[in-house]
Structures are given as C-alpha cells and as structure tokens.
C-alpha cells in the first residue's frame, strides 16, 4: 500500500481485519458498524495501524457468518491479504452517520470517569467491547476491572462536558 498519510483523529474504525479468505485476496472483517452496507463495491475506506493509515477502495464485499468478507481493489491474492491482517477498517469522521438520542460515538467514552449514582467512584472506561446482546464498558479502577452492561436502564448519564457517566449497577455486579 502505497500513497501513506498521517493519521489524523478524525478517523473512526467500522472494522477489524481478524483474517484472510480464501487464495482471491479476501480478508475477514468483524463488523465495528451497525451500518454494513458501508462495504460496498466501489467505497473509499482508510486501512491502518498505529500512526498511519492508507486508502484503499473496495472492490466487492459480502457477508459471511459473523463476518463481512471484502476484496480490496490493491489486493491482489492472498499473500498480499496476510498482510493486512490486524488491520482496522476506518472512514472519516466526517463521513459518519448521525447519532440518535442517548447515543455517543465509542471513541468519545473511552477515558470517561466512571461513578455510581451514589457517587462511588469505579475508574475509567478503558474498553469497549461489542457483543451481540450489548455492548459492555470495561472500567478500569482501584478496586480493579469492572465489567458493565451498556444498557439504558444501567447508564443513567453520559456527560462528555463534565468527562464522567453515572451509572445505576445490577445487583451483585460488584460483589
């Protein structure tokens, strides 16, 4: 891949290239969007790592049990896909959709303090990870990993101003 750019921030990851597909040139994505029809033939995506990220244009893509399995027009066989492997999937930031109510772009939360409604202090998001049923906010703190559900009726607020989320835990989550 040639024609590297800086990375700048205003990048936001739709995909995880986790593996290759194949001797075509096909690579694996885990899906990081509830938006997949962004893998389109024809799309102008960002791959990178790190501090650099590179262009790329799609040239097919179709879903594949949990994952969305995408032919890069630069790709060339299956040598050339190994090597992006761990790669993110980025578009700008400017190109993303636009949120609904209660809704706040991943990168946003990471680094959010992280309180109880009774003012217990948990740490910091660190991580989020995305399941199928809902995704879960990985706080980092004193006490240790805090795993929490991210669900309307356990984030009580989201104050990106304010750099903190006050949340309501299940019962014996914490103990």
């Not at 029809?37 to 102008?44: D, L, N, Y």
């Not at 244009?57 to 060339?76: G, Q, T």
């Not at 090597?83 to 109510?101: D, F, H, K, S, Y």
């Not at 109880?116 to 703190?141: C, H, P, S, W």
């Amino acid at each position: 891949m040639s024609d590297k750019a800086q990375a700048q921030p205003p990048y936001l990851a739709i995909g995880a290239i986790v593996g290759v597909h194949g001797i075509r040139g096909e690579v694996k994505v885990s899906l990081m969007t509830d938006f997949p029809e962004r893998f389109r033939r024809g799309a102008k995506v960002y791959l990178g790592s790190g501090n650099e990220v590179a262009p790329v244009e799609i040239e097919a893509a179709r879903p594949h049990k949990d994952f969305m399995l995408v032919k890069f027009k630069s790709v060339p066989d299956r040598n050339a896909a190994e090597l992006l492997r761990e790669q993110m999937v980025l578009i700008p930031e400017a190109e993303a959709m636009p949120l609904g109510e209660h809704e706040n772009y991943a990168h946003d939360l990471i680094g959010l303090a992280v309180e109880t409604a009774d003012g217990r202090i948990l740490g910091r998001l660190v991580e989020m990870l995305f399941t199928k049923a809902n995704d879960v906010y990985v706080v980092q703190g004193d006490a240790g990993e805090v795993l929490i559900p991210a669900l309307r009726d356990v984030v009580r607020q989201v104050d990106l101003a304010a750099g903190k989320m006050v949340v309501m835990l299940p019962e014996g989550l914490l103990d």
